[in-house]
């Protein structure tokens, strides 16, 4: 055995537990009975232990030191490339912060949660004071003397930094509020849905829809959860999905995004399975692919004139005059305060503001005290709209509170990327439509796998979007998209 031959040996094992660990969690959220709450946590903390453990085994060192990267085939360097970049971080954190912020952050969501019920900022802000230290703490470590921002991004979008983001945001940012102000003041009306639509169709075209953008049902399964999300990889990538009897798009749309998150974990060669290049390389490359299932393609003219017809079928008459009003209906845009309920319009500028301003929680240029004032006066700039109550603003989103500081901007780069890979599949195809209009995706949904999620960790995010594409990422593709679609349905 080489080094290269243990050190796999052993990486290979420590996937195959974190895969368990990821199942609990999956379990957690749709099967688990109440009662076994308590219990769960000691499994859990117990598991994560013996992942803590292995993650920082001290033969690491001794294996990535004597490997000959040089000698390895381009999957084995890229492979070693990640191992080793893992290893540095969680080696450069004392065990001391590492054990304190699991003991914090396994708290301090339930004290957000009930702070949210309560719509008082002031129950939570020790407990955010708290988890943001800490988080500080750990970014100096991971960072070496480097910007502690950039090495908290690092655990969600490797290679990304917060100079390149906010370039990146700050072109996005003006275009995005001139082109909500013109449909806010366009004559054009698109009308909501209206009407109560039955729990089991709902979820009978959820599957029909899942069915249509390539799950692989034969590796994996559809439950309901609390909130949509994707869990696992390779030969076993499973999806939730929720109903509400009065917006069916909700129950369709969520499972079209996780279907996205799925289809790239089930799209990676297999032959990459329980190996560091087995997963979605990033969180920004892997919302890229739950974006484009969701709007690019799933909010397109052509698809939504397909599901038009299936949810008449389905549902009967819908209110909608005829497929092209059910395509401004879908794609209706609306103010709110929401982020998970925000429109494509709107969603992005959710993001920009919450990365402006926990890059300055994370800098110290902002006190959590004066969190609330901030988040509020940036609200109102862009939204045009003044926030009513913290549990529809600075206390809507759970990710702060356990310590998920350079999470958000995931989101945009997401999008962003999403449409970087939207124009270049449209160059390749230029006949989509004519498939997407009979409910047919998989010329997309193919190239998408071809050229992208088939290849997992091989190539850093940035470079896995630009091999796909055959051009450098940027934000304009994604904006060119946006005003050509909106101001077509808007006429603005
Ligand atoms: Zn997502």
Redesign the pocket.
């Known amino acids: 055995m080489t080094a290269f031959d243990d050190l796999m040996a052993f990486q290979r094992e420590t996937e195959a537990l974190s895969a368990i660990a990821g199942r609990l969690g999956w379990d957690q959220e749709t099967m688990m009975p109440r009662g076994a709450a308590e219990q769960r946590g000691e499994e859990m903390a117990a598991i994560e232990g013996v992942l803590h453990a292995r993650r920082t085994d001290p033969r690491l060192a001794d294996w990535l030191g004597a490997v000959d990267e040089a000698a390895l085939p381009p999957e084995g360097q890229a492979a070693v490339g990640l191992i080793r970049r893992d290893h540095a971080r969680n080696t450069r954190v004392p065990a001391r912060l590492a054990a304190e912020l699991a003991r914090v952050t396994s708290v301090s969501q339930g004290i957000w949660a009930e702070a949210r019920r309560a719509d008082s900022f002031d129950d939570f802000a020790p407990t955010l004071d708290r988890v943001l230290a800490l988080k500080r703490e750990e970014a100096a470590a991971i960072a070496d003397g480097g910007d502690a921002y950039d090495a908290l991004l690092q655990d969600y979008e490797p290679g990304a930094t917060g100079a390149g983001l906010d370039a990146m945001f700050g072109a996005l940012r003006p275009r995005l509020v001139a082109l909500r102000e013109r449909i806010m003041g366009a004559e054009r009306k698109p009308r909501a849905l209206s009407g109560t639509f039955a729990e089991d169709a709902q979820l009978a075209l959820s599957r029909e829809m899942a069915e249509a953008f390539g799950y692989d049902f034969s590796r994996g399964r559809i439950d309901k959860a609390v909130h949509p999300f994707s869990s696992g990889s390779g030969a076993d990538v499973r999806i939730t999905t929720r109903t509400a009897p009065h917006d069916p798009f909700n129950c369709i749309y969520s499972t079209i ?1 996780e279907v996205g ?1 799925a289809a790239y974990e089930q799209g990676i060669d297999a032959a990459h399975a329980l190996t560091p290049l087995g997963r979605g390389v990033s969180m920004g490359v892997h ?1 890229s692919q ?1 974006r484009i299932y969701e709007n690019q393609l799933g909010r397109s003219r052509a698809f939504t004139g397909y599901l038009f017809g299936r949810m008449t079928a389905l549902f009967g008459d819908l209110g909608v005059a005829d497929a092209e009003a059910f395509f401004g209906t879908v794609n209706r845009v609306a103010p709110g305060y929401i982020r998970t309920e925000a429109d494509e319009v709107h969603y992005n500028l959710h993001i920009l503001m919450r990365f402006d301003l926990e890059r300055r929680l994370v800098a110290g240029t902002l006190a959590v005290a004066d969190l609330p004032d901030a988040w509020n006066a940036r609200f109102a700039a862009d939204f045009g709209v003044a926030v009513d109550r913290p549990s529809h603003g600075v206390l809507q989103d759970v990710h702060w509170s356990v310590g998920l500081f350079g999470y958000f901007p995931t989101y945009t780069l997401g999008n962003v990327y999403a449409g970087c890979l939207h124009q270049a599949l449209r160059r390749d195809i230029p006949d989509l439509d004519e498939k997407l209009v009979q409910g047919d995706t998989s010329p997309a949904t193919v190239w998408l796998r071809e050229r992208l999620q088939r290849f997992g960790g091989l190539r850093a995010p940035r470079d896995t979007i630009a091999h796909a594409c055959g051009f450098e990422p940027s934000e304009a593709p994604l904006l060119d998209y946006l005003d050509a679609k909106f101001g077509d349905l808007y006429g603005v």
């Open positions: 995004h998150h919302e739950s």
